[in-house]
T-cell receptor, first 116, second 111 residues
C-alpha cells in the first residue's frame, strides 16, 4: 500500500507555456500533499503544502501565481507551472500524507520538466 | 524541527551490513527520526521511523541511542540496488508536517 503516482513522468515544453503535473494517491486518501523541487546535485526543497479543499501554503520565495496548486479531491493534487522559463527546469516531486498513525509521507516518482 | 548531521558519503561492500549514522543532538521529546532514501532520478522512498525504541522492518533496522541524540540505520545485507542517497530527518509525527531534507549520505554499494 501507500502508492503515489505522478503524471507525466517527464515533459518538455517551450518557454512561455504552462505545464500541469498531477499527483495521485492510489490506495489511500490524503488530506495533505506536498510539492518539492530538486535541482541537479541538490537536495529536495519544499515548495508548498497542498490541503484538500483549501488554498495551498507556499514556502518563502515560491511565487504562488507562478506555481498554481489545486487539491480538489482526497486523492489528487495538481501543480501548474505557468509561463514556464528555462530556469523552471527541474525535478518536481510530490508526496502524500497517509493519515493516522505517524502520518508518514509517501513520495511520487517525480516529474522531470525541461523548458526550452 | 531539529537539525540532523550525516556524513556526505559512505562505501560498503555488497553482502555486508551498511551502517549509516545520523546525529540529531537537538531533538525534542516529541520528535521522531525518519529515514528516506532516493535512488537516482526517483522520488524518495520511505524506509523506517522511530521515537526512542529500536525498530526493524523488512528493509532495515533503526537503532536510536538512549539519549536520542543520534541514530544508526542498518541495512543488514546490502545489495547493489541499495546504492542511493539516504536522508535522516527529524520531525514531529502528529499531523501532516513537512519534511526538511538535508544533503543526506550518498551510499555506494561496491561489488
Amino acid at each position: 500500500g501507500a502508492v503515489v503516482s505522478q503524471h507525466p513522468s517527464w515533459v518538455i515544453c517551450k518557454s512561455g507555456t504552462s505545464v500541469k503535473i498531477e499527483c495521485r494517491s492510489l490506495d489511500f486518501q490524503a488530506t495533505t500533499m506536498f510539492w518539492y523541487r530538486q535541482f541537479p546535485k541538490q537536495s529536495l526543497m519544499l515548495m508548498a503544502t497542498s490541503n484538500e479543499g483549501s488554498k495551498a501554503t507556499y514556502e518563502q520565495g515560491v511565487e504562488k501565481d507562478k506555481f498554481l496548486i489545486n487539491h480538489a479531491s482526497l486523492t489528487l493534487s495538481t501543480l501548474t507551472v505557468t509561463s514556464a522559463h528555462p530556469e523552471d527546469s527541474s525535478f518536481y516531486i510530490c508526496s502524500a500524507v497517509r493519515s493516522g498513525g505517524a502520518d508518514t509521507q509517501y513520495f511520487g516518482p517525480g516529474t522531470r520538466l525541461t523548458v526550452l | 524541527d531539529a537539525k540532523t548531521t550525516q556524513p556526505p558519503s559512505m562505501d560498503c561492500a555488497e553482502g555486508r551490513a551498511a551502517n549509516l549514522p545520523c546525529n540529531h543532538s537537538t531533538i525534542s521529546g516529541n520528535e521522531y527520526v525518519y529515514w528516506y532514501r532516493q535512488i537516482h532520478s526517483q522520488g524518495p522512498q520511505y524506509i523506517i521511523h522511530g521515537l526512542k525504541n529500536n525498530e526493524t522492518n523488512e528493509m532495515a533496522s533503526l537503532i536510536i541511542t538512549e539519549d536520542r541524540k543520534s541514530s544508526t540505520l542498518i541495512l543488514p545485507h546490502a545489495t547493489l540496488r541499495d546504492t542511493a542517497v539516504y536522508y535522516c530527518i527529524v520531525r514531529v509525527a502528529q499531523g501532516a508536517q513537512k519534511l526538511v531534507f538535508g544533503q543526506g549520505t550518498r551510499l555506494t554499494i561496491n561489488p
